[in-house]
């Protein structure tokens, strides 16, 4: 298997653009997380799914920020607008019930 | 709520010394721990676990004993290679409920002098 699949690794946007960033899970797997990590806050939990239902969302942070998914096999996280203060990596993870998480390996946010 | 606290970097060693990442946490009831490690570059990736008191967690020469009654899980190695640096991040998994995804440290970059 591939592991998880994050889409683009790497995506510096002006200040106000609107930002999607993809997640591919492992198949069968069916709890599916993004996390933020910055230098200031560590990583963070922004929202997780299970079987493709929003369970909590409690840590995204602003309404700006939105995320579906759509399948089982596809994620999106959106930020609209984006700013400057969500320059972050942000990564999507995957894990069976009862097991641990598989990570992907990130999208670098810039927004200038 | 579920918190895990460790130790700031960075942390800078000189190859073959003694390795200790400190870790402690606050959880209900007898949650799991994780360390996960991030090399240059690249994704989290799980270094090991323990998943009731008094386990312990092993991996590429590194240690981890679940203790219970210091709510400790402080990373360990006896001789560290230039290779090993990285950031490292304790973590835990509520047993209690709620938001099923992992609490992380804030993290711990290990610096590897040769």
């Known amino acids: 298997d591939a592991g998880v699949i994050q889409s683009p690794r790497h995506e510096v946007t002006e200040m106000g653009q609107e930002v999607t960033l993809r997640c591919k899970p492992i198949s069968g797997h069916n709890s599916l997380f993004w996390y933020r990590q910055t230098m200031m806050r560590g990583l963070e939990l922004l929202i997780y799914f299970n079987n493709n239902v929003p369970i909590d969302d409690s840590g995204m942070p602003e309404d700006r920020f939105s995320a579906k998914m759509p399948n089982a096999s596809f994620s999106t996280l959106k930020i609209q607008p984006s700013e400057p203060r969500d320059s972050a990596v942000y990564f999507c993870?995957?894990?069976?019930?009862?097991?641990?998480?598989?990570f992907g390996q990130g999208t670098r946010l810039t927004v200038v | 709520g579920d918190s895990v606290t460790q130790m700031e970097g960075p942390v800078t060693l000189s190859e073959e010394a003694f390795l200790t990442i400190n870790c402690t946490y606050t959880?209900?009831?007898?949650?799991?721990l994780f360390w996960y490690v991030q090399y240059p570059g690249e994704g989290l990736q799980l270094l090991l676990k323990?998943?009731?008191?008094?386990d312990k967690g092993s991996n590429k020469g590194f240690e981890a004993t679940y203790r219970k009654e210091t709510t400790s899980f402080h990373l360990e190695k006896g001789s560290v290679q230039v290779s090993d640096s990285a950031v490292y991040f304790c973590a835990l998994r509520g047993a209690g409920g709620g938001a099923d995804g992992l609490t992380f440290g804030k993290g711990t970059h290990l610096i590897i002098q040769p």
């Open positions: 323990a998943t009731k008191a008094d």
């Open positions: 959880a209900t009831g007898y949650p799991s």
């Open positions: 993870a995957s894990r069976p019930t009862g097991m641990r998480a598989f």
